[in-house]
């Protein structure tokens, strides 16, 4: 019988893209997600109907199959929105549609709307334009570069005289974007140029905004196998050479400062498991990734929570590890009051954590990275960079550059 029933549901969106089940949610005003793990070849489209955007605590071990985003603020004790999977489409990287879970059925009013519209959509064929922008449309800021480097300065200064280890600060950058941009298109661009990344696109409508981005930085993963994963990521170096060839691995060197921002990271997250008095787990690295047009160092951390009969481990975890010091700093509370005041605008979603959870068992959180906020005709990149007693602020403003065009230089010409 479930065999049959699948059959149906698929049969009802049988060829509909993931562009125009994208769109016509996004007219009917659903909230809803898609994403692409890291080296896989599904593309998951997530619709919420019933509920909206809910409120919820991230127990995760508790949770039914949906998708989770949190702000950079948050804390333990404070909700997290929560998209409810009631519709949850799986493509091909080829856009080909291999699976689907209806929890509404079939007969929902509200499900036959949302294929209609897309039928609908996917007949017209509008032919649409686009305003190209390349990566020489997001010029440097003047007044922008000297306040970021001047905050680097007092960053060191506040090192130097011993207030904290490290700070992350970040920056925003604004381009207006036209009534053509596709952001399905987008992310499918960002899924096919970065296989090695979190491809995410989330559809707030009661923030009216967008959210899109290509992270590198898991922060939970709990498998139905139950193996928990995380990970620290730091250090930061341009992929590409001069040519605009990927850089190979073995000819990566990194200095001191990048190698002790790594350090930082990895012994934050050994602090963690030692605050729960877990010691059984297994620490694979520093190694260095490319991730993008950028490398960086890495580290993997997992632990075997059936073999600790410990399920909760990723709830327990996820708020000691949050805001990791890879995008906070060392000490947390310390480094956390400084760029609060320091940075002079919200973060919003900007470096909290969003990702699928309870999909066939498996929940994967990521740092909100490499992301980009499309609201009120503005799209908003957000970069950061870790600072140290060494850092030049000339360098950390290149940086910040170098992870806002990560994406501009693939969806630029999407707007």
């Known amino acids: 019988m479930l065999a049959v029933e699948t059959e149906n549901e698929i049969s009802l969106f049988e060829g509909l893209k993931i562009q125009e089940l994208w769109g016509a949610s996004k007219l009917m005003g659903f909230p809803s997600a898609l994403w692409r793990l890291p080296h896989t070849n599904e593309i998951k489209l997530l619709i919420s109907i019933n509920d909206g955007i809910r409120r919820i605590q991230p127990e995760i071990e508790r949770l039914s199959p949906g998708f989770l985003i949190s702000d950079f603020h948050w804390e333990e004790g404070k909700d997290v929105l929560f998209l409810e999977g009631d519709i949850i489409l799986t493509f091909s990287e080829e856009n080909q549609l291999s699976a689907v879970e209806n929890k509404l059925g079939n007969e929902h ?190 580290t993997d951390f997992e632990v075997d929570t059936v073999a600790l009969n410990f399920p909760e481990l990723a709830s327990v975890m996820l708020p000691l590890l949050h805001p990791t010091s890879a995008i906070c700093g060392v000490p947390k509370i310390t480094s956390l009051k400084f760029l609060s005041e320091i940075e002079g605008y919200d973060r919003s979603f900007y470096s909290g954590f969003l990702g699928p959870v309870q999909m066939e068992g498996d929940s994967n959180l990521y740092v909100n990275l490499r992301t980009v906020r499309f609201k009120d005709g503005k799209a908003t990149f957000f970069a950061g960079a870790g600072i140290t007693g060494d850092s030049v602020p000339g360098n950390e403003w290149e940086e910040t550059e170098l992870k806002c065009d990560t994406l501009l230089r693939v969806i630029g010409d999407t707007f």
């Open 109 to 298: 009013p509200e499900v036959k709307r949302l294929v209609e519209l897309s039928q609908t959509r996917k007949s017209e064929q509008v032919t649409e334009t686009h305003n190209e922008i390349g990566v020489t449309a997001l010029p440097s800021d003047a007044d922008s570069k000297s306040r970021f480097q001047r905050t680097v300065e007092l960053a060191v200064s506040a090192i130097r005289q011993n207030q904290f280890k490290k700070v992350v600060l970040s920056r925003t950058k604004e381009l207006p974007y036209s009534e053509h941009f596709k952001p399905a298109e987008a992310f499918c661009k960002l899924a096919k140029v970065y296989p090695h990344a979190f491809i995410s696109l989330v559809n707030l409508p009661e923030q009216n905004e967008l959210w899109l981005g290509a992270s590198p930085e898991l922060l939970v993963r709990q498998t139905s196998a139950g193996i928990f994963k995380t990970m620290s990521l730091a250090g930061t170096q341009g992929g590409r050479n001069e040519k605009n060839e990927v850089i190979p691995k073995y000819e990566i060197r990194w200095n001191e400062k990048e190698i002790e921002e790594h350090a930082l990271v990895s012994r934050y997250i050994v602090e963690c498991f030692k605050k729960i008095r877990l010691r059984e787990y297994l620490e694979t690295g520093p190694k260095t990734v490319l991730a993008g047009n950028l490398y960086h160092l890495r």
